[in-house]
C-alpha cells in the first residue's frame, strides 16, 4: 500500500489531528523542561553554597587554631567570638538557605577586623576563602546607574501595594535623590524589587522619625510593620543573647522583615546614613554613673559595631537616668524613689549603690544603680505615667520600644558580636526614645 494521503486517511491517520495533539503535549513537556532547569540550578547554587561553607568553616578553624596558640588580646577575642556566636550552626543554615547570609555578612566583616587588628603575619588561605564565601555573594548585587535607578523607582511606583508608596507619593524625588546618593553595590540582580521596596522602606522609616512625633500612632504603625509588633511581655530564651541565627529567628517570630537587611555590609551601612538613622551620639553624662561591659577592653576592641552600640547604648542609659530623675524629682521631691518605685526596686538599688560605694568610694544618684529593664517599670507605674504619658503616649508602646532594644543591649553588655538587624533595631529605638525625652532631630 502506498502512504498516500487518500490511504493514510483510510487507516485513520489524520495529520491535522496529529498536529492538534502534539501541540497539547509541548505545553506541559515545555514546564517539566523549565521546571528542570530551574531544579538544575537551585542544585548547582546550593552546591556553591557548600563549598563556600566549608571555605568558612575551614577558615574559622584555623582562626581559632591561632588564636589558642597565642597570647594575644585580639586573638583571644576572636576564641570568645568562636564558643559564644552561634557560627557553626548559621554556616550550616546557610547551606540549606541562602537567605541568611544577610545574618553572616556583618560577622564576617567583624573577624576580618579583629584578624587585621591582630597583626598576624601569617594569614591562613583559609581566611581567604571565608572572605571569598561572602564576595561571591555580594557580587549579587549591583550599584545602578542614573537612568537605572530612574527605571526602578518606576517599576517600584506601578507594582508596590499602594499603601508602600503613598508616603512616597509627595516627596518621591526625595526616595530617587536617597538611591542616587548610593554609592556600593545595593540592588540584588536577582531580585530588584525586593532591594528596591526594602531600601524604600529603610529611608521611609528614618524620615518619619525625623518628621512624627516619636511615639505618634502613625510612626508607631511604621515601626511595627518592619521591626514587628513586641508589645507583649516577652519571656525571653537565654540563647538569643549568645546565639546569632537563634536572635534572628526570633526577631523574625516576632514580626521582624528580614528583607530591610538583605543587603551587603557597606550597602547597610551606607543605608542607615542615608536615612539619617546614625548622627553623633547623644551627650555623655558623667552625673549618673557609668557601667562597664561585663567582658574586657581588649575583646571590645575586636568588635567594632558592638563597641559602637556600647556607645549609643551607654549615652541613652545616662539620659534616660537624668530624665526620670529630673522629672521624677520635680513632681514628688527628691526622695522620690523612696515612696515611688515598684516593689523591693528601692532595696535592690540601695543594696546596688552600698557595693558600689565599698568598691569606687562615689557616690551617685539612686537611679544610677538601675538596670535597663526597671526604667520602663518606673516610667509605666500607676502613679508616675500620668508624668510621662505626653512624652510616649501609650504604655504599650513605651514598653515595646524597650523591649526591642534589650537584646541588642545585653548582647552588647556582654560584648558579643551583633548583627545587622541587632543595628536597626539599636539605631531606630534610640533615635525614637531620644527624640522623645529630649526634642532631638537631626
Known amino acids: 500500500m502506498r502512504f498516500d494521503d487518500e490511504n493514510l486517511a483510510k487507516i485513520g491517520f489524520n495529520q491535522n489531528k496529529i498536529g492538534e495533539q502534539l501541540d497539547r503535549l509541548s505545553t506541559p513537556l515545555a514546564a517539566i523542561n523549565g521546571s528542570l532547569v530551574e531544579h538544575a540550578q537551585q ?26 596558640s597565642q597570647a594575644d588580646p585580639q586573638l583571644d577575642f576572636l576564641r570568645h567570638f568562636h564558643e559564644t556566636s552561634g557560627l557553626n550552626r548559621l554556616l550550616d543554615d546557610i547551606s540549606r538557605h541562602e537567605a541568611s547570609m544577610r545574618i553572616i555578612v556583618g560577622p564576617i566583616a567583624e573577624i576580618q577586623r579583629a584578624w587585621d587588628m591582630a597583626n598576624a603575619i601569617h594569614v591562613p588561605k583559609e581566611l581567604y576563602s571565608t572572605l571569598r564565601a561572602v564576595s561571591d555573594w555580594e ?25 508602600a508608596f ?83 529567628d526570633f526577631y ?15 550597602a547597610f551601612e551606607q543605608s542607615l546614613e542615608i536615612a539619617k538613622f ?16 561585663v567582658s574586657g577592653d581588649n575583646e571590645e576592641e575586636g568588635l567594632s559595631r558592638t563597641h559602637n552600640a556600647y556607645n549609643w547604648l551607654l549615652r541613652l542609659e545616662l539620659q534616660l537616668r537624668k530624665f526620670i530623675d529630673e522629672h521624677m524629682t520635680n513632681e514628688f521631691g527628691a526622695d522620690w524613689p523612696r515612696h515611688h518605685l515598684p516593689n523591693g526596686l528601692y532595696d535592690e538599688w ?10 569606687d568610694n562615689q557616690e551617685y544618684p539612686l537611679i544610677a544603680y538601675a538596670d535597663f529593664t526597671d526604667y520602663v517599670r518606673v516610667i509605666c507605674k500607676g502613679d508616675n505615667w500620668k508624668i510621662f504619658k505626653p512624652f510616649f ?16 543591649r545585653l548582647s552588647t553588655m556582654h560584648a558579643r558580636l551583633l548583627t545587622q538587624d541587632d543595628e536597626l533595631f539599636l539605631f531606630a529605638e534610640t533615635k525614637r526614645l531620644l527624640n522623645a525625652i529630649l526634642g532631638m532631630k537631626s
Do not use: C
Open 278 to 293: 546614625r548622627r553623633e551620639p547623644p551627650t555623655f553624662i558623667d552625673h549618673y554613673r557609668v557601667e562597664t561591659p
Open 139 to 163: 557580587k549579587n548585587f549591583r550599584l545602578p546607574g542614573m537612568i537605572e535607578t530612574s527605571r526602578l523607582l518606576q517599576e517600584f511606583q506601578i507594582n508596590a501595594a499602594s499603601d
Open 252 to 266: 523574625v517570630e516576632h514580626g521582624f522583615d528580614p528583607d530591610l537587611t538583605a543587603f551587603p555590609a557597606p
Open 350 to 359: 540601695q543594696e546596688k549603690k552600698e557595693k558600689a560605694k565599698k568598691a
Open 393 to 408: 503616649g501609650r504604655l504599650e508602646s513605651v514598653r515595646e520600644s524597650f523591649q526591642r532594644l534589650h537584646p541588642v
Open 166 to 248: 503613598k508616603r512616597y507619593d509627595e516627596q518621591s524625588f526625595s526616595l530617587q535623590k536617597a538611591m542616587e546618593s548610593m554609592r556600593t553595590p545595593w540592588v540584588d540582580s536577582r531580585e530588584s524589587f525586593r532591594s528596591i521596596t526594602a531600601f524604600a522602606a529603610l529611608q521611609r522609616m528614618g524620615h518619619e522619625l525625623d518628621l512624627i512625633p516619636a511615639f505618634d500612632d502613625h510612626l508607631v504603625s511604621i515601626l511595627r510593620k518592619g521591626l514587628g509588633d513586641w508589645r507583649d511581655t516577652i519571656t525571653w530564651p537565654t540563647e538569643i543573647f549568645s546565639d546569632l541565627a537563634a536572635r534572628s
Open 43 to 68: 542544585f548547582e547554587r546550593f552546591s556553591e553554597l557548600d563549598r563556600m561553607m566549608d571555605g568558612i568553616k575551614s577558615s574559622q578553624s584555623s582562626i581559632l587554631g591561632l588564636a589558642r
